[in-house]
C-alpha cells in the first residue's frame, strides 16, 4: 500500500515519527513535504498531495498542519478528494466506513501513538458500500461535475 503524507512547517516533526514508524511496518511511504520546520504554507502541500490521490499515484493521503483544519480545506479543493479532518480512532474508521474518505489530516499536538493508531485504522478501515453512503457520495460527485 502506498501512502502520501504532507506536513507544514508545524506539522514537520510528527510527520518525521509518523514515517519512521510505518516504513519499518512496510507500508510504502510517499514524503510530499515539507521537508524542514521553516515557514510554509499548507495549501501548497495539500494540493500536491490531493492530486497524487485524486490521479491515484497513492492509495491514501496523510495531511499534518497545526490544527488539520486548514489541510482539511485546501485538500477537499481538489475534485475526487474527500478529506476527513479526525481527532481520534473512532472518526477515523467513521470516515472511511460512511464517507470512502481518501485523504485524513489532524493537528500537530496529536501524540505519535495515537496518530499511528489513525493512520492504522483509516487505510484499513474498507467502505461499507451500504447504498444511502453510496447515494450521499455520488451527490457530492454530481455537484463537483456541474460546478467545475
Known amino acids: 500500500m502506498k501512502i502520501g503524507i504532507v ?4 506539522g ?7 514515517i519512521q514508524n510505518l516504513e519499518k511496518e512496510d507500508y510504502e511511504i510517499i514524503d510530499f513535504g515539507a521537508n524542514s520546520k521553516e515557514l510554509t504554507d499548507y ?3 495539500a494540493f500536491l498531495l490531493g492530486k497524487e490521490v485524486a490521479n491515484q499515484n497513492v492509495d491514501y493521503g496523510v495531511a499534518i498542519c497545526g ?19 479526525v481527532s481520534n480512532v473512532e472518526e477515523a474508521r467513521m470516515t472511511r466506513n460512511d464517507n470512502d474518505a481518501n485523504i485524513v ?21 474498507p467502505f461499507s458500500r451500504v447504498e444511502r453512503y453510496k447515494r450521499r457520495i455520488n451527490k457530492i460527485k454530481e455537484y463537483e461535475e456541474q460546478n467545475k
Do not use: W
Open 7 to 10: 506536513s507544514d512547517h508545524r
Open 12 to 18: 514537520y516533526e510528527l510527520k518525521q515519527k509518523i
Open 43 to 45: 495549501p501548497d502541500y
Open 67 to 85: 490544527s488539520g483544519i486548514g489541510m482539511s480545506i485546501a485538500c477537499n479543493k481538489v475534485k475526487g478528494i474527500r478529506c476527513a479532518k
Open 105 to 125: 489530516t489532524f493537528g500537530e499536538k496529536l501524540e505519535l501513538e495515537e496518530a499511528l493508531e489513525i493512520i492504522k485504522n483509516f487505510i484499513t478501515t
